[in-house]
Structure formats: C-alpha cells, structure tokens
C-alpha cells in the first residue's frame, strides 16, 4: 500500500510564502512524476506544477515565477515553495504520484488527501 502524506498548509496573508510537503511511503521502489494540483470551492481540479523523476518541471502559467517545485527521490518527497501568494490561490492542494512501481505489485498512481492554503487580503 502507497501512501502520500501533505503538510504545511494554513493561512497566510497575501504577498506571504508557503512551503508544502508531500512524502510517499509504502514498497516503493521507484516513482516517475511528482507534482501538485489544486482545488476552488466550485472550481475543478487543476494542475499547478509537476517535476519528473530527472528533475525537469512544468508550471500552470498563473503560478510560474510564484512557485517553485522540487523533490528528493531518495525520500522519495516532492516540496512546493509558494511565494507571493495571492487571495486566488486559496484551494485544497493536492499532491500526486505517478508511475509509482511498487514491489510486487507493478505500477501505479496516487493521490495524498489534501491540505488546505487560504490566502487572506
């Protein structure tokens, strides 16, 4: 069983900084993509940022040169560095694992449970 756990969202004022954190724990042995989608009241699930197991990043344009996505594959965690955040950037934050192999079991994707960011005016 593959587990992804978020931390660090919360309230912030605009113009503030967030940092989250998404580790995947359970047999794994590898994973391809990480990233990080989001969610409004009423609004769908969008993506805001992706990186792929070598490093190379995709951003939704209303964040790039906001955030900043990284991982660490050997504790095999994905970040997201949220700066100048905005009242629009209010969402449940949701982190993803794709491509995930998982011993004995093949290959697989995942979705963590989701942290709230609320960006106060």
């Known amino acids: 069983q593959v587990q992804l756990v978020e931390s660090g969202g919360g309230l912030v004022q605009a113009g503030g900084s967030l940092r989250l954190s998404c580790a995947a724990s359970?047999?794994?042995?590898?994973?391809?993509?990480m990233g990080w989608y989001r969610q409004a009241p009423g609004n769908q699930r969008e993506l805001v940022a992706t990186?792929?197991?070598?490093?190379?990043?995709d951003y939704a344009d209303s964040v790039k040169g906001r955030f900043t996505i990284s991982r660490d594959n050997a504790k095999n965690t994905v970040y997201l560095q949220m700066n100048t955040l905005k009242p629009e950037d209010t969402a449940a934050y949701y982190c993803?694992?794709?491509?995930?192999?998982?011993?004995?079991?093949?290959?697989?994707?995942?979705w963590g449970q989701g942290t709230q960011v609320t960006v106060s005016s």
């Open positions: 359970g047999s794994i042995f590898s994973i391809n993509a």
């Open positions: 993803t694992a794709k491509g995930v192999r998982v011993l004995s079991k093949g290959f697989g994707d995942y």
């Open positions: 990186i792929a197991r070598g490093g190379s990043t």
